[in-house]
């Protein structure tokens, strides 16, 4: 069965909800240890269409199977910069539909006039390290003793992509393979 990346939309609230329960569950990856209620989702969504954010979902037979979004910080003097946030049910990971999130939701971030994307993942989440330098993501920080949780302390860092740094090549996406990185 393929899987579809498709702007976010509505009628997911309730799978998008259950793939970050899943995730958030996992208590390794997310600062958050559980979804919030639905109602919670859906005003999520609902800003997310209504400001024109950027959120995709991986879709496998009408089930969210992954999410990635970019949500625009609206401080003054803060608006060309998005914060990202990305999962994958875990037996869907390791087959390039982090990667094909990504590239969708930060050349849709980029293309709505952001210029810089930031995220803080921590320090011992492999993959997703990996994952962000191979799009350009550069370590711009470590937050030591971030999260002390279950007797563990970690680290975590602090990343960014700069519209002007990111390679083109690597935010074509499936559906405008060659126009989403230039300018609005
Ligand atoms: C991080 C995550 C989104 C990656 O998604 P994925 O679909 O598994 O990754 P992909 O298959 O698209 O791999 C893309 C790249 O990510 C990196 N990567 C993915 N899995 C990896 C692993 N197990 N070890 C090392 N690098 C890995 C590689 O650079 C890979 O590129 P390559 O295939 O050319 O080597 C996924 O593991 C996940 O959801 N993790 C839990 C939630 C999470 O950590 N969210 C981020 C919080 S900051």
């Known amino acids: ?32 240890q559980e979804a919030p209620p639905l109602e919670s989702a859906r005003n999520f969504i609902s800003k997310v269409l209504a400001k024109g954010w950027s959120q995709f979902y991986a879709v496998r037979d009408g089930q969210v199977v992954g999410w990635c979004d970019v949500v625009r910080d609206e401080h003054p003097g803060r608006t060309h910069v998005g914060r990202l946030g990305i999962g994958i049910l875990p037996e869907f990971r390791g087959q390039q539909i982090g990667a094909r999130l990504l590239a969708a939701t930060v050349a849709d971030a980029f293309q709505k006039g952001l210029t810089r994307i930031e995220l803080e993942v921590f320090a011992a989440n492999a993959p997703a390290l990996a994952l962000y330098r191979k799009f350009g993501f550069v370590a711009e920080g470590r937050k030591r003793q971030a999260r002390c949780l279950d007797g563990i302390c970690e680290d975590s860092l602090c990343m960014a992509l700069l519209k002007s740094e990111a390679p083109p090549s690597l935010f074509a996406t499936e559906s405008n393979p060659t126009e989403n990185m230039e300018s609005p």
């Open 1 to 32: 069965m393929d899987i579809l990346i498709q702007p976010a939309s509505l009628d997911l609230a309730d799978s998008f909800r259950q793939a970050l329960d899943v995730v958030a569950r996992e208590h390794r990856y997310l600062i958050f």
